[in-house]
Structures are given as structure tokens and as C-alpha cells.
């Protein structure tokens, strides 16, 4: 593992999944990345009879969770890492554009293709639109910590969570201080893209040797 690389590749991803996050709930008032936040909204919406806000948050769910299943599917025709985080950039650029819920759907298609492009980060599984599985991978690797292998795993997704929560900070900032705050999140993805391809042009050269 290639700590500082792979705490790069942390940081980047995760800080674009929480600012696109944070910048959407402010703006759209759903989350595009944490659809664990989504599912609680449905279960609220429902309670109080607000029957079109159920049926917004259950949209950007499936949304979410068709470009998962997409950008899996192209992977399985050995489609490059960098296209779809490329796409993510181009779609959260997009997405700060459209005043309306569609601007939230494109955004929740980015970050659903974004997770699933970047699976793994130095051989430990991270989510980057999201974190409480990091949370979870997190808390069961602490009390292994003493061994070599886990404090690697401690290391990346702390750094994931730190990542996550600084992203949320700087969409928050970027909302109030620019006109097209999504910007911010899509030019991570863009350098996000630029690193992945690079890791994985260099794992294929060794490979062939």
C-alpha cells in the first residue's frame, strides 16, 4: 500500500461526495450520495402524508441506484475507471446549472457511478458518497489495530470520514460564495479521474511484465 497515494485517492473521492452532497441537500433538500438520509426522509414523508416528497427522495434513490448498476455493468466491458468519473465531473457540472429536482437526479446519478467505479482504495473496501459503511469497516477494524494489516485499513477509512466531512464543509462554504457552487465537487472528480487512471495504468504495466 502506498499510504500517501491512497490517502490522496481517499481524500479526493470523498471530498467530492460530501460537497455534492452537502450543496444539494442545502439547495434540493435531499442528499445525493447518502441515501441512507434519503430512506429515513421517505419514512417521514410518508408518516405526515406528504405523499409527492416520499415519491421525490424514493426518485433519487433509484436513480442512485441505476447508475450503480450501469457503471458496474460497463465495468463488466472492461470500460476504463476514468470514463465514468470523468462523466461524474461533467454531470455534477451539469447538475449546478438545472435550478430545479433534476439538477439533484443528475447529481445522484454522478455520485452512485462514482462509488461504484472506485470499490477499493490500497486493497481496503471504501465508499466514497457515503460513509456509514466506512464507519461500520471502521469500528470492526479499531480493536485489530495492533496488527500490521488492520492499521492500514484504521488509517484509509478514518481519512475517509475526515475526507467526507470536510467536503460537506466546503460545498456549505461554496454555496454561499458562488453562483454555481457544484463546480467545486465536479473539478475534484475531474482530478479524482486524472489520479484513478494513472493508478491503474501503472497496476497494468506491472501486470504485464
Known amino acids: 500500500m502506498n499510504v500517501p497515494r491512497d490517502l490522496g485517492r481517499t481524500?479526493?473521492?470523498?471530498l467530492v461526495g460530501g460537497s455534492a452532497d452537502a450543496i444539494a441537500y442545502l439547495r434540493f433538500g435531499t442528499f445525493v450520495?447518502?441515501?441512507?438520509?434519503?430512506?429515513?426522509?421517505?419514512?417521514?414523508?410518508?408518516?405526515?402524508?406528504?405523499?409527492?416528497?416520499?415519491?421525490?427522495?424514493v426518485a433519487i434513490v433509484a436513480v442512485f441506484l441505476a447508475a450503480v448498476i450501469a457503471t458496474r455493468a460497463a465495468f463488466d466491458l472492461q470500460m476504463p475507471v476514468i470514463v465514468p468519473l470523468m462523466l461524474t465531473a461533467i454531470m455534477l457540472g451539469l447538475s449546478g446549472l438545472?435550478?430545479?429536482?433534476w439538477g439533484a437526479?443528475?447529481?445522484?446519478?454522478?455520485?452512485?457511478?462514482?462509488?461504484?467505479a472506485v470499490r477499493r482504495i490500497g486493497g481496503v473496501p471504501v465508499n466514497t458518497a457515503f460513509?456509514?459503511?466506512d464507519l461500520i469497516r471502521l469500528g470492526t477494524a479499531v480493536p485489530e489495530a495492533g496488527a500490521p494489516g488492520p492499521n492500514r485499513e484504521v488509517v484509509l477509512l478514518a481519512s475517509a470520514w475526515v475526507a467526507y466531512a470536510a467536503g460537506a464543509v466546503l460545498g456549505a462554504v461554496a454555496l454561499h460564495l458562488m453562483p454555481y457552487p457544484m463546480i467545486v465537487p465536479a473539478v475534484l472528480a475531474v482530478a479524482a479521474g486524472v489520479v484513478e487512471a494513472t493508478v491503474e495504468r501503472r497496476k497494468s504495466a506491472r501486470e504485464s511484465k
Open 33 to 57: 450520495g447518502a441515501m441512507t438520509g434519503n430512506t429515513v426522509l421517505i419514512g417521514i414523508n410518508i408518516a405526515e402524508g406528504h405523499a409527492a416528497s416520499a415519491l421525490y427522495h
Open 11 to 14: 481524500a479526493l473521492l470523498c
Open 98 to 101: 438545472i435550478a430545479s429536482p
Open 131 to 133: 460513509v456509514t459503511g
Open 105 to 116: 437526479a443528475l447529481s445522484a446519478a454522478a455520485l452512485g457511478m462514482q462509488n461504484a
